[in-house]
């Protein structure tokens, strides 16, 4: 089955940056699109990042444009999150997926990891 395990997460002050790691068990980008997704405490989850199947598109939140960047490295089968000018609002847990389609996700279907906290704070 497959196996995604997210890592980086920490405790950053506002402006800083976090590169987050979503390593797989097999590098399934070839086929599935995988994605971030991130839930704050008392709200609902939503989608941050997505590189589609053959890395063909890339999605990100409207809030994190410019500021986030997803990208994929096949030789160590990881997906990196890279956060940049990180904002109170940006705190949560951080998940990565992957799944078929990005609606799959949204979805909650495909296969997901534990997550990872992510907390800005001053």
């Known amino acids: 089955q497959l196996k995604l395990v997210e890592s980086g997460g920490g405790l950053v002050q506002p402006g800083e940056s976090l590169k987050l790691s979503c390593t797989l068990s097999?590098?399934?980008?070839?086929?599935?699109?995988i994605g971030w997704f991130r839930q704050a405490p008392g709200k609902e989850r939503e989608g941050v990042a997505c590189?589609?199947?053959?890395?063909?598109?890339?999605y990100y939140k409207d809030s994190v444009k410019d500021r986030f960047t997803i990208y994929g490295d096949r030789a160590k089968n990881t997906v990196y999150l890279q956060m940049n000018s990180l904002k109170p609002e940006d705190t949560g847990v951080y998940y990565c997926?992957?799944?078929?389609?990005?609606?799959?996700?949204?979805?909650?279907?495909?296969?997901w990891g534990r997550g990872t906290q992510v907390t800005v704070s001053s």
């Open positions: 997926a992957t799944a078929g389609y990005y609606a799959d996700l949204v979805a909650g279907q495909g296969y």
């Open positions: 097999e590098f399934t980008l070839d086929y599935y699109a």
């Open positions: 590189i589609s199947a053959k890395n063909v598109n890339t």
